[in-house]
């Protein structure tokens, strides 16, 4: 009579975890294609959201190297370098700095670069557009 208890609870306490597995699995590919549909639409690599690697936001980027978020695709380049290399060099392990710290200033570098990488090519595209395109002409010798 023992056997037949330890038995039914055997195989009851396999079919709960078998279904708990299956439910975090199906659980965990949603929310992979979910991630993969934001990143497909562009939804998840804005300021909003950060990249299916990880990735640190926008905002956080600004407030790791403490400069305002850029507005309206205008950004100022130099006082983020400025502060990049000298919040960079102040957490030198070296000179006692965090090597911690220093990882997570140079990923908001390239957050912001990442930001501001479609923001140049918009401007640059505009100057084009007003100038009017210009081929370059190269003379033979």
């Keep these: 009579m023992a056997h037949r208890f ?7 306490g396999s079919r709960i975890l078998g279904r708990s597995f299956v439910a975090a699995y199906k659980q965990a590919q949603a ?7 934001q990143a497909k639409s562009g939804n998840g690599g804005g300021s909003v959201g950060a990249s299916l690697s990880g990735g640190m936001t926008l905002d956080e980027a600004c407030k790791v190297l403490n400069v305002k978020p850029p507005a309206g695709g205008q950004a100022n380049v130099e006082e983020v370098l400025e502060r990049y290399k000298r919040l960079f060099d102040a957490n030198d392990p070296q000179k006692g700095g965090s090597f911690y710290l220093q990882s997570k200033i140079v990923r908001a570098k ?20 007003q100038e009017g395109w210009k081929p370059k002409v190269y003379k033979d010798r």
Aim: hydrophobic share 40%.
């Design 110 to 129: 390239e957050r912001f670069e990442r930001e501001l990488g479609p923001m140049k090519e918009k401007i640059e595209q505009e100057a084009e557009a």
């Design 6 to 12: 330890v038995l039914t609870a055997f195989v009851t």
């Design 31 to 37: 929310a992979s294609a979910y991630q993969r549909a």
